[in-house]
């Protein structure tokens, strides 16, 4: 056993707990897959809503981005890969950077960046269906 | 990187040996497919920046908008736009194989080069459909 004293009463699973490089344990893994699959249809039709708006006056893309379905499925996208990409990036980090000063400010930019820019398409997206 | 060297096992924080890294392999598709996913995962991190852009402007008025309309009809907006279309679609079908794989399928030689060309035709075709559909929904290239 790894790091097993003589005398140590703890449970294996007691000594593994809250380890892996984020300190947490194979959560992240499954939201990842749970947030992929998700993705795909929401993916698809972001990529419709997009093609619909495509060349359309500002008054158009206003009142269909903030009609009911198209907002629900562009928040639900913002969500998603918001969520999707936080983890991504996390994974990205754990792998290259070692140093546990870097480590760290780089996990909590990643957290910013991705409040920011979500909050951000969120806000809009509410603000075109809700007007004012 | 890879410290093969056999460490006297004695103390509990001796160096214990790590697998050979990527410059020990010949470079191979999927290999090369799998590096590709996490570059386009990574590019499409800062690429929602664009759509950030495009849904505030949206929700700020007709000139912002015209801003991102002018920005998205120059040669480098649509270079952007269109690399940005590739990536989300490599992504999307790169992540599908990654779920088959996920289920212990398609695991074979033969059937992971299989996915692994698909994945790469898949994209580059529906990328160049996307846009085509796009064109025509706009009523011709402007």
Same mark, same amino acid.
């Given at each position: ?21 984020? $300190? !947490? ?11 992929? *699959? &998700?993705? +795909?249809? @929401?993916?698809?039709? /972001? ?8 060349? $359309? !006056? ?11 379905? *198209? &907002?629900? +499925?562009? @928040?639900?996208?913002? /969500? ?53 | ?142």
């Amino acid at each position: 056993m790894i790091g097993q004293q003589p005398n140590d009463m703890r449970t294996a699973a007691r000594r593994v707990r809250g380890l892996g490089a984020a $300190r !947490s344990g194979t959560r992240d893994f499954w939201h990842q897959r749970v947030t992929s *699959v &998700a993705g +795909i249809p @929401l993916t698809i039709a /972001l990529i419709v809503i997009v093609i619909a708006l495509l060349g $359309r !006056s500002h008054a158009a893309v206003v009142q269909i981005l903030g009609s009911p379905v *198209v &907002a629900i +499925i562009m @928040l639900l996208f913002i /969500l998603n890969s918001a969520y999707h990409m936080w983890i991504g990036m996390q994974e990205i980090i754990l792998d290259y950077l070692h140093d546990d000063k870097f480590k760290f400010l780089s996990l909590m930019a990643n957290t910013f960046f991705v409040i920011a820019v979500g909050l951000a398409c969120a806000f809009a997206i509410l603000k075109l269906s809700f007007g004012v | 990187m890879a410290e093969l060297k056999a460490e006297p096992a004695a103390g509990p924080r001796r160096t214990r040996p790590l697998s050979p890294h990527l410059q020990i392999y010949r470079p191979m598709l999927t290999m090369t497919m799998s590096i590709v996913h996490r570059i386009t995962g990574a590019a499409l991190y800062f690429g929602i920046l664009l759509l950030a852009w495009w849904l505030v402007s949206a929700a700020s008025g007709p000139n912002a908008y015209a801003n991102v309309e002018w920005f998205m009809g120059t040669l480098i907006g649509r270079a952007v736009l269109f690399g940005y279309t590739f990536a989300l679609l490599h992504h999307m079908l790169g992540g599908i194989r990654h779920l088959i794989w996920d289920t212990l399928h398609g695991m074979e030689p033969a059937e992971r080069e299989l996915l692994t060309i698909a994945t790469l035709v898949g994209s580059i075709s529906l990328t160049l459909v996307v846009w085509l559909v796009g064109y025509l929904a706009m009523g011709g290239p402007r």
